[in-house]
Each structure stands twice: as structure tokens, then as C-alpha cells.
């Protein structure tokens, strides 16, 4: 069982230092790299067409499936006031970043998001799902994918066909990255931190309903950004992404 009497994450130094940073333009630096770094990605990776024999495509793909990846990652701190400390700013990024992100939207996202912490690992949580991987993952695609992203993706897809962009180069860069990246999403952060079989006695022990990756910081920052540091997360959402490692000190000074 996962204690939080010792927590990193409630010393007052260490929510003054989150404090500190956010004040600092951390939030907003590491926001804007990502979103930065995702947007010239796809841009040059689409300037030209790409032969799926070509070697250096499947790295190409993998980072941009990480760029994405970052872009829910600064949306989901946005949700929880992380990005930073100005409230309309934190509330823009996270629009954008998730209208990026195949046209996700903010205000269906967010009060699910926070249903999620509320009753997590239960019937009221809108991430919970049965232990089986394929029917828990569709049914958390159906509940977050609505039709009217698939036609805006594909009213997009054929405006920039018009414009000369190469259909290839999109299906490599913003279609299949997308999906991977929801993949990854759903495996190493909602999959792995909250699976639950009764029947079998795998119930993680502890009031977040949640389990936590060993202190294997580039692991766990490749995988999906700190957030397999998932009980952590759910003990502290106040903390952003960028400082989950720290709360994985015995003791913070």
C-alpha cells in the first residue's frame, strides 16, 4: 500500500517551489516548447512526401507520437491549473492544445477530467473501465471521440490535399501519431495506474484507486511524460507534469 504520510508532494517547501516555478514561467516555457516543437515537426515533415520504405519515417513517426503526447500532457496540466498562474491563459493553452490534438474539446474534457479524480476507480469514473484492455480502451475512444471530430479531421485532410500537402505525409504525421499517442495515453495512464480485477484480488490498495511507476525518471518521462508517477499525480494534482520526479524523493530539501 502507498503511504502519504511522508508525501514530498504536502511539504510547504515543496508546493512553494511548484509556486515559485509556475511564478517563473515554468509551466509556460515547457507549454510552449511542446506545442512549438509538435507544430514544426508536422509542418516540415509534410512539406514532402515520405516512402514508407524509407528508414528514418518510423523514428519520425515515434517523435511526433511523443509531440502529440505532450500536447494532451500540457492540456491535462491546463485542467489542473498547472500551465500557469494566469487562469485565461492556462484555459487558452488547454484549448488549444486539445483542438490540436484532433480537435478534442476543453469543455466536455475538463468536467470529465475532474470526475475522474472525484470517483476514481468507480461507476461515477468516466476513465474506469472493465479489466479487459480491448473493451475498457474502445470504450474510452467511444466516450471521448465525437463524429464531429472525424469530419473536421477529414474536412482538413482534403483542404490541405487541395493546398499540395501530400495525403501520405498526413497519415503519417497527424493521423496515425494521433492514434498511437491515444494508445499511449490510455496504456500508461489510465490503463496501467488503475486497472482493477476484483475477481482475481488486483485491486490497488490505497483511497486514489491508483499505482505508481518505479523512480525510473527516462522511462517513465519516454512513456508518457512522468505520468505513470500516477498515484502521485492523484495525491497532488497541483503538481505539473515536469515536477512529478521530485515527488519521488525519500525527502525533499
Known sequence: MISDASFVGHHP???????????QGW???????????????????CS??????????????????????GLFITAHDAMHGT????????RW?????????????????????????????TDGDPDFGPPRFGVWFFG?????????????????????QWLGVPGASMVQFYIIPSFLSLLQLFYFG???????????GLVPNNAHRSRTQQA??????????????HWEHHESPATPWWMLPLTKSSTFS
Open 13 to 23: 517547501r515543496f508546493k512553494a517551489l511548484v509556486h515559485r516555478r509556475l511564478r
Open 27 to 45: 509551466g509556460l516555457g515547457s507549454a510552449t516548447l511542446i506545442m512549438v516543437a509538435w507544430a514544426l515537426f508536422l509542418l516540415l515533415a
Open 48 to 69: 514532402h512526401a515520405w516512402s514508407w520504405q524509407n528508414p528514418w519515417l518510423y523514428p519520425a513517426m515515434a517523435l511526433q507520437t511523443f509531440l502529440f503526447t
Open 83 to 90: 500551465v500557469s498562474l494566469n487562469p485565461v491563459l492556462n
Open 93 to 121: 493553452i488547454g484549448r488549444l492544445c486539445l483542438w490540436a490534438f484532433a480537435f478534442n474539446s476543453w469543455n466536455r474534457m475538463l468536467p470529465d477530467h475532474h470526475r475522474h479524480h472525484r470517483y476514481v476507480g
Open 140 to 160: 474510452f475512444v467511444f466516450h471521448y471521440v465525437r463524429w464531429y471530430q472525424i469530419l473536421l479531421c477529414a474536412v482538413l485532410f482534403n483542404y490541405l
Open 190 to 200: 489510465t490503463y496501467l495506474p488503475h486497472f482493477s480485477d476484483p475477481g482475481r
Open 216 to 229: 525510473r525518471h527516462l522511462w517513465a518521462f519516454l512513456t508518457c511524460y512522468f505520468f505513470g508517477y
